[in-house]
C-alpha cells in the first residue's frame, strides 16, 4: 500500500514540541480528515497540547508502507509514527 506522510508539529502545554507523522493511504486528501486523525491521537496523550491545523501538520511525501503500517490503517484508517516528545 502507497500512505502520504503528513509531517506534524504540536506545541505541548510544557514548552515541548510533539513532533510525529500521520500515515494515510495515499488516495485520503481530504485535510480535514488527516487532521480529525491527529486529533484522535493527541487526546489519546496524558498531557495537553495546543491546537492541530494546517500550520503544523503539512503533506511531506508517499512512500511503500509496511505490512504492520498497512494492517494498521486498514483497521483504524490511519497510522501514526511518533518521533520525539510523544510521551
Known amino acids: 500500500m502507497k500512505v502520504s506522510v503528513w509531517d506534524t508539529y504540536v506545541q505541548r502545554q ?10 494515510v493511504e495515499n488516495n485520503v486528501t481530504d485535510e480535514e480528515t488527516i487532521f480529525n486523525y491527529g486529533k484522535s491521537y493527541i487526546k489519546s496523550k496524558p498531557f495537553k497540547t495546543g491546537q492541530l491545523s494546517s500550520s503544523e501538520c503539512q503533506f511531506c511525501h508517499i512512500e ?24
Open 14 to 23: 510544557d514548552g515541548r514540541i510533539m513532533h510525529f507523522d500521520i500515515l
Open 64 to 87: 511503500q508502507a509496511t505490512e504492520e503500517i498497512t494492517n494498521n490503517i486498514k483497521k483504524v484508517g490511519f497510522h501514526i509514527i511518533e518521533m520525539e516528545n510523544c510521551n
